[in-house]
């Protein structure tokens, strides 16, 4: 069987009245692939797949390749997107980030050699990359941050990460950044929180898998999904 995507669209209530509401309805994405990750952009969902990124129309259900009008090649293994506050969007995957724009396409050279996992753009404009842990490079995983300028790179040799496998990211309040990290057995996984000049290491947060992805909701709860 070939794998498939789906995605569900659930539409609100109707006037409040549950019996006028319609079923889920279930779009097929006409990939047959591995799908790592979904950015909404307006009426437009932007697909991060192992043969590079697409743009799906759930309306008229277009699917198109978006690796054509560029000068860079997005035809990778995309593992993370990220539309950020002036409109543009990151790409990550293949030990490579870009970031393009209308027509333009910009390669950063962040000084990591490894895949990029988790992108996350803070209150002030910070970008911050995740990494899986990699080896045999200068800068094997970890956590890189971009302020439009400079990249800084944080490792376990240079700050309070106990591991350079980084699996998620959350701003939890403006600077302060919460890390899930992947688990190896020894290591963790645990999560860290950075505030921007102290580490801290979140209590009772310690599920034997690797922190996937997090979130915390209007009341103050905190989930993890391993």
């Known amino acids: 069987m070939k794998p498939a995507f789906f995605i569900c669209i659930l539409p609100f209530f109707l006037f409040g009245n549950p019996s006028a509401s319609k079923c889920a309805e279930w779009l097929n994405f006409p990939y047959c692939g591995f799908t790592f990750c979904i950015v909404n952009d307006g009426n437009i969902l932007w697909i ?62 962040t000084g990591q050699y490894s895949l990029p996992t988790c992108l996350l753009e803070d209150s002030y404009e910070n970008i911050w990359v995740g990494y899986f842990e990699g080896s045999g490079y200068p800068y094997h995983g970890g956590l890189s941050k971009f302020d439009g300028q400079n990249w800084t790179i944080y490792t376990s040799l240079n700050s309070g990460l106990h591991y350079n496998g980084i699996t998620s990211l959350l701003e939890d309040s403006p600077g302060k950044i919460l890390i899930g990290m992947q688990y190896l057995t020894g290591h963790g996984p645990g999560i860290i929180e950075y505030d921007g000049q102290s580490w801290f290491d979140l209590p009772n947060i310690t599920p034997s898998f690797s922190n996937t992805c997090m979130i915390r909701d209007d009341k103050g709860i905190l989930y993890v999904g391993t």
């Open 48 to 109: 991060g797949t192992d043969k590079g990124l697409f743009k799906f129309d759930p309306v008229s259900k277009d699917t198109l390749p978006f690796n054509k009008n560029y000068p860079c090649s997005l035809s990778f293994s995309i593992e993370c997107i990220l539309k950020t506050s002036d409109g543009s969007m990151l790409i990550g995957g293949m030990r490579r980030l870009l970031r393009i724009k209308d027509t333009t396409c910009i390669v950063y050279d």
